[in-house]
């Protein structure tokens, strides 16, 4: 007890805020009686709700989304005649829910729809992807269907004309052996990071390298390093993974090492962003 009170000393000298405070103040101003007036102003601001990666969602954060979904689909309140209806749009995937560790919960994401339905909301079903090949969406099919109740079959989406899937050539699954720790202190990431290595070391040789196709110059090619991505579950594994990279002679860029807003894509938005507030 005595720690947190001087974790929280701490915060308030440097008035600094964690993860976990700002939902606990989130929820602090939706459901405390002395925060009404704050209450009142943002019923009074907010119109248009937009809540992505919803799978992630806390039980703490629900109930703040929830009471102002309320609010805002209860009729016209304090909207004058000339504001548009207020809308709400909610999207999420639970395969997809991997902030278990900040207590995200994926069955909110039933909870929340059926608290919308219940409001005359539409359901539309996002079931037909883009931008995966149908082998890949067959293998989800098959392993998330077994794992998720009611688990909407993926379909790959259609080209308008010839009716033939829009992501087409060759695809794989290569499945991992289960790894661990041994007693020489290598650890399961460590062994895991080697097997990467080694089968992209392995995929990139030789005369059988898998093509891939080169958007720019619209043709197959050969497969090279700049091609491959590895996602991990934490930063604190990226360095392990690099240095069995290295170590079969593949270089390695750690993109998450770049500030978020110093990519491009970010500045090009918040430009655009400045730009449509102040034109």
């Given at each position: 007890?005595?720690?947190?009170?001087?974790?929280?000393?701490?915060?308030?000298?440097?008035?600094?805020?964690?993860?976990?405070?700002?939902?606990?103040?989130?929820?602090?101003?939706?459901?405390?009686?002395?925060?009404?007036?704050?209450?009142?102003?943002?019923?009074?601001?907010?119109?248009?709700?937009?809540?992505?990666?919803?799978?992630?969602?806390?039980?703490?954060?629900?109930?703040?989304?929830?009471?102002?979904?309320?609010?805002?689909?209860?009729?016209?309140?304090?909207?004058?005649?000339?504001?548009?209806?207020?809308?709400?749009?909610?999207?999420?995937?639970?395969?997809?829910?991997?902030?278990?560790?900040?207590?995200?919960?994926?069955?909110?994401?039933?909870?929340?729809?059926?608290?919308?339905?219940?409001?005359?909301?539409?359901?539309?079903?996002?079931?037909?992807?883009?931008?995966?090949?149908?082998?890949?969406?067959?293998?989800?099919?098959?392993?998330?269907?077994?794992?998720?109740?009611?688990?909407?079959?993926?379909?790959?989406?259609?080209?308008?004309?010839?009716?033939?899937?829009l992501v087409q050539g060759p695809a794989s699954v290569t499945i991992a052996p289960l790894v661990t720790g041994d007693e020489d202190g290598e650890s399961a990431f460590e062994k895991e990071a080697l097997f990467v290595a080694q089968y992209l070391w392995e995929r990139l040789q030789g005369s059988d390298i898998p093509s891939v196709w080169d958007k720019e110059r619209k043709i197959w090619r050969p497969l090279r390093p700049v091609d491959c991505v590895i996602l991990y579950r934490a930063s604190t594994h990226a360095r392990t993974f690099a240095d069995a990279l290295r170590f079969k002679g593949l270089s390695v860029r750690i993109e998450e090492g770049q500030s978020f807003f110093s990519r491009p894509e970010i500045s090009d938005l918040l430009a655009f962003c400045q730009l449509m507030a102040y034109p």
């Open positions: 007890v005595a720690d947190l009170r001087e974790l929280g000393s701490a915060k308030f000298d440097e008035r600094s805020l964690s993860f976990s405070d700002l939902i606990k103040g989130g929820y602090y101003l939706f459901s405390d009686p002395q925060a009404a007036g704050a209450r009142y102003l943002l019923n009074r601001t907010i119109r248009h709700l937009l809540l992505d990666e919803f799978q992630d969602t806390s039980v703490l954060q629900w109930t703040v989304f929830r009471t102002m979904a309320e609010e805002m689909l209860a009729g016209e309140g304090f909207r004058s005649k000339d504001e548009l209806d207020s809308t709400l749009f909610v999207v999420g995937d639970a395969k997809q829910s991997i902030y278990g560790f900040r207590d995200a919960d994926a069955e909110i994401l039933g909870t929340a729809a059926r608290f919308l339905l219940e409001r005359k909301a539409q359901d539309i079903e996002l079931s037909a992807s883009f931008r995966t090949h149908p082998l890949l969406l067959r293998y989800i099919n098959q392993v998330m269907g077994a794992q998720l109740d009611e688990f909407p079959e993926h379909v790959p989406a259609l080209h308008p004309e010839s009716a033939e899937a």
